[in-house]
């Protein structure tokens, strides 16, 4: 089983950055994806940012140009860059994780984070 921690959350201006993290333990090796998500109230979960074990990412529309993700595999963490954030960000943001248990795909989320923008 892997357990995955975020940290980096908090109350943010709007038009301001913040950076999260995501670090990642137990059976690592075999993790292949790992990325972010958020999910604001009254709202389904939204994919942001993920980032692959071939250094490949890929963004959700909403987030492009402005979050920027990075990771190492060597490491087990993840981070997203947020810039010129705006109330429309507030959420709880999450990270996952995807790898092979038992040769099947497998997804593991931490607890979360909270992101709030507001002057």
């Known amino acids: 089983q892997v357990q995955l921690v975020e940290s980096g959350g908090g109350l943010v201006e709007p038009g301001g950055s913040l950076k999260l993290s995501c670090a990642a333990s137990g059976s690592t090796s075999s993790l292949y994806a790992m990325g972010w998500y958020r999910q604001a109230p009254g709202k389904k979960r939204e994919f942001l940012a993920t980032f692959t074990n071939r250094d490949t990412t890929d963004y959700g529309d909403s987030v492009k140009g402005r979050f920027t993700i990075s990771g190492d595999f060597a490491k087990n963490t993840v981070h997203l860059q947020m810039n010129n954030l705006s109330p429309e960000d507030t959420a709880v943001y999450y990270c996952?994780?995807?790898?092979?248990?038992?040769?099947?795909?497998?997804?593991?989320w931490g607890q979360g984070t909270q992101v709030t923008v507001s002057s």
């Open positions: 996952a994780a995807e790898g092979l248990f038992n040769s099947n795909p497998k997804e593991y």
